[in-house]
């Protein structure tokens, strides 16, 4: 069974600073997507970044970029130049090239901007 | 365009009512999939729906089934409520056009409150 995990509950960060929110995941597929997803207090889930595991290149959006380390099955986000708006909850998702739309998100970390 | 719109935004029902929830997706998307948030289990995935036709489902009752119009639009049923189907339900859509995976949108969801 496919699984993504996200081994920190909470995260806090300093505003301007960096912050890096780690994720694993488990899979036998070599076609799949990665996607960090952010949730903030008003719950609409919003997306952040994607990553194709055929792509060595690490994605970057802004702000935003991750680390992805397909042998390791490992794919953290580093919010970089943190701003009080990123607080919220982030959950990293993953889906197989072959399963259409079905994602299979973490557990979320929560993420606190200290001003 | 626009987004993902849900609605009823907010929903009281008792035990034993049933319930139809309604997602009409980004204009040009055929594929909506549906997932249930709830603290003690985290997101889960309902079903997904392309050209209206189930895809996949996720690992829930009988009591939860949903449809697709040709237009796109969803709705998700839950008979014979009970207390733990309380949850925020989230509606997304995807640019799906075959077998691949494509990023969701999501809608701002649902909150479904059993009494």
């Known amino acids: 069974a496919q699984t993504v995990t996200q081994s920190q509950p909470e995260m806090s960060v300093q505003e301007a600073e960096t912050v890096t929110l780690s994720c694993t995941y488990d899979t036998s597929e070599s076609d799949y997507y990665l996607f960090w997803y952010k949730q903030p207090p008003s719950r609409q889930m919003i997306l952040v970044i994607r990553?194709?595991?055929?792509?060595?290149q690490n994605a970057t959006e802004n702000r935003f970029s991750v680390n992805f380390q397909k042998a390791a099955k490992s794919f953290s986000l580093k919010i970089s130049d943190s701003q009080l708006g990123d607080a919220a909850m982030y959950f990293c998702?993953?889906?197989?090239?072959?399963?259409?739309?079905?994602?299979?998100f973490g557990e979320g970390t929560q993420l606190t901007v200290n001003p | 365009k626009a987004g993902v719109t849900q609605t009823p935004r907010y929903l009281i029902k008792t035990r034993g009512q049933q319930v139809t929830l309604s997602c009409s997706p980004i204009s040009g998307h055929r594929s909506v999939s549906w997932y249930q948030q709830t603290p003690g289990q985290g997101l889960q995935f309902l079903f997904e729906?392309?050209?209206?036709?189930?895809?996949n489902k996720g690992n829930f009752p009988g009591r939860f089934s949903g449809r697709q119009f040709s237009n796109s639009r969803s709705e998700m049923n839950v008979s014979t409520l009970e207390l733990g189907d309380s949850a925020l339900y989230l509606c997304?859509?995807?640019?799906?056009?075959?077998?691949?995976?494509?990023?969701?949108?999501f809608g701002p969801g649902t909150r479904l409150t059993v009494l």
């Open positions: 990553q194709e595991a055929y792509k060595q």
């Open positions: 729906y392309f050209s209206e036709t189930q895809r």
């Open positions: 997304a859509s995807s640019a799906l056009t075959s077998g691949g995976a494509r990023e969701q949108f």
């Open positions: 998702a993953y889906v197989p090239e072959t399963s259409g739309s079905r994602l299979t």
